[in-house]
């Protein structure tokens, strides 16, 4: 059974810097089946009464039986008609049978420049005798082109027309801009000039797109076609979507699906006929010699980038001293969920361990709006909150430590608590969350509890009253600094303390190291792994030569023992 993920529609972000003119695709187009052929009830009925327009006196026409002729040369018609294979360039424009049609009729006084360039390249191809196929393409410049590529409409609808303003507005977000070559320092603007707001105002880089569609409206060849009063419409449909941007990133919508499933498209019209099609990579592949050239080039021009690089940081990035380690925490309370009372805040607060220092004017706690409850689609109480807070912390080892010692890690205290209209205060709960010591993006969910009292009084004054059992120092949510010292003989015991467990926290960190040791080290760390891996390769390779020679004297030495055994064995004597 065939897997239809494989047939889902993907976009694909592709980046190069070569010229997008070498770019070309190959779409290949067949049709599977022809509802033509089967006897629809819809379809008899429409012959039925074309026959009664046709004929004299509302009486059919009695159909004359086809030589073999004709049916041989519909039979080559059909076979040429289910399969098309095409090779796109970029910006290559092939014509559709509605515009070989409608540009191949003339131009006149009023015709735009496009249309006369179209009605020439149409009077060369009625000169070579060629006739447009299935596959054509829309291209920048084109009116269907124009109208499908506008990125912001007013409305969701399908069938809203863009007006004038949404087209000049469109057509201005997608100009590129005569942009000066950037500064080489100070590359972030502070304050930045009226005119330069202006400038940088549109997010949207320049771009051109290009449509490859099928015509797959029914062939009407030969006599019939004068047959046809009514004008048959265009049944097109959009194989492939290719938008190119000026810096290089070329999107494809879908992706090429060579050596997967076909992607399929249904005519929708009364034969509703099947079609499947094919997306190519069509371009020339390059030679290895100058794929040689090319990466050596590539990694010369990626050096003199790092060199660039390195010349326009600034003098205001500043590092911090070799033995010193730099931890920027960049972190979010995002929401907290099932807790017990609505109107919820938290306060939070750093924990530093020591050898570790901080700026003076530096926020160590804080707190967040109260909010309410929400219902979210798992039917949990949810209250978000997107509270950011920042910590900028340093790390010196003392003296007598030992060399490569991991640091104590910091600490965030948390403590929930509710105040409601009545100004009755509650502590929903506490949790706490260690710094990881490891740079990156973190997204933890922590489970909050809060203290219980003895007795049942203390649950009663918490809903009547307010007022609730509260922690003397918030450190003892975690280990106190007095219990982590391994000098303390006092041990810590929680034994009696009675606990709620509450709802949980959302959490978001985003940790930074900066030290010049940790860079050493890392590399030393590389070379140590490149010299062990070779180191125990080698010794593997040991291991296999000694375990080949003991096959082979063990083999050697089964051999002999069955030499030596028939040597050794008497034979039976023959009977006459």
């Known amino acids: 059974m065939s897997n239809s993920v494989d047939n889902d ?23 599977l089946t022809s509802n033509a052929l089967l006897p629809s009830l819809h379809r008899l009925k429409i012959e039925d009464d074309l026959s009664r327009l046709l004929g004299d006196d509302g009486k059919k026409l009695e159909k004359a039986k086809a030589s073999r002729t004709e049916t041989a040369q519909a039979l080559n018609e059909t076979k040429r008609s289910e399969y098309e294979e095409a090779v796109i360039g970029w910006q290559q424009k092939l014509f559709s049978r509605f515009e070989f049609d409608t540009y191949g009729k003339g131009v006149g006084e009023g015709s735009t420049a496009l249309e006369r360039k179209y009605y020439d390249d149409i009077q060369k191809m009625k000169a070579n005798h060629k006739q447009p196929g299935r596959i ?32 000049a507005v469109d057509n201005l977000r997608r100009r590129g801009t005569n ?37 797959l409206s029914d062939r009407i060849e030969g006599a019939s076609a004068q047959l046809v009063v009514i004008p048959q419409p265009p049944n097109e449909h959009v194989l492939c979507t290719i938008r190119v941007y000026s810096n290089g990133t070329l999107i494809l919508e879908p992706d090429f699906n060579n050596g997967k499933m076909a992607y399929i498209v249904e005519t929708g019209n009364v034969n509703n ?20 050239k090319e990466r050596k080039l590539f990694r010369e021009v990626c050096l003199r980038q790092q060199t660039h690089l390195a010349q326009i940081v600034g003098n ?21 969920k099932n807790f017990e009372y609505d109107d919820i805040y938290v306060y939070y607060c750093l924990d530093l361990p020591d050898n570790w220092y901080a700026e003076p004017t530096m926020i160590f706690s804080g707190y967040t709006h109260t909010a309410s409850a929400t219902k979210s689609t798992k039917h949990d109480d949810v209250v978000y909150y997107a509270h950011p807070f920042e910590f900028e912390l340093w790390y010196k080892p003392s003296p007598g430590s030992a060399d490569h010692e991991l640091p104590r890690m910091p600490k965030i205290f948390f ?46 004054r ?67 792994y490149a010299a062990n891996r070779y180191g125990f390769d080698a010794f ?30 008497p034979k039976a004597p023959a009977f006459e």
């Open 462 to 528: 918490r809903f009547y009253i307010g007022g609730s059992n509260e922690l003397e120092d918030i450190s003892y949510v975690s280990i106190p600094k007095q219990f982590e010292s391994e000098k303390s003989n006092t041990p810590l015991s929680r034994y009696g303390f009675r606990t709620v467990t509450t709802g949980s926290l959302n959490v978001r960190l985003n940790v930074v190291f900066q030290s010049q040791s940790i860079a050493v080290e890392h590399a030393k760390h590389r070379t140590a």
């Open 9 to 31: 529609i993907i976009s694909a972000i592709y980046r190069s810097h070569d010229p997008i003119n070498n770019f070309k695709i190959r779409v290949k187009l067949e049709r």
């Open 273 to 292: 006929e099947v079609y499947h099609y094919y997306l190519e990579h069509g371009s020339t592949p390059i030679n290895m010699e100058d794929l040689i």
């Open 179 to 215: 942009r000066s070559r950037l500064q080489k320092n100070n590359l972030i603007n502070e304050k930045p000039t009226p005119s330069e707001l202006r400038e940088e105002h549109y997010a949207t880089v320049p771009h051109q797109t290009m449509y490859i569609m099928a015509d």
């Open 540 to 569: 593997m390779s040991n291991i296999n030569s000694v375990i080949d020679a003991f096959q082979q004297a063990k083999k050697r030495a089964l051999e002999v023992r069955e030499s030596t055994l028939q040597l050794l064995t």
């Open 316 to 336: 205001e990035f500043d590092s911090p001293p070799p033995a010193v380690l730099k931890l920027n925490v960049f972190g979010e309370i995002v929401s907290g």
């Open 136 to 167: 054509f393409t829309y291209i920048e410049g084109d009116p269907h082109c124009f109208a499908n590529d506008l990125e912001y409409f007013v409305t969701d609808s399908p069938n809203d027309d863009p007006s004038q303003l949404a087209l």
């Open 415 to 460: 403590q929930v608590a509710s105040q409601d209209s009545w100004s009755r205060h509650r502590t929903e709960g506490y949790t706490y969350i260690d710094i990881p010591s490891l740079p990156g993006f973190y997204d933890e969910e922590v489970r909050c509890w809060r203290p219980r009292g003895d007795s049942i009084f203390n649950e009663l």
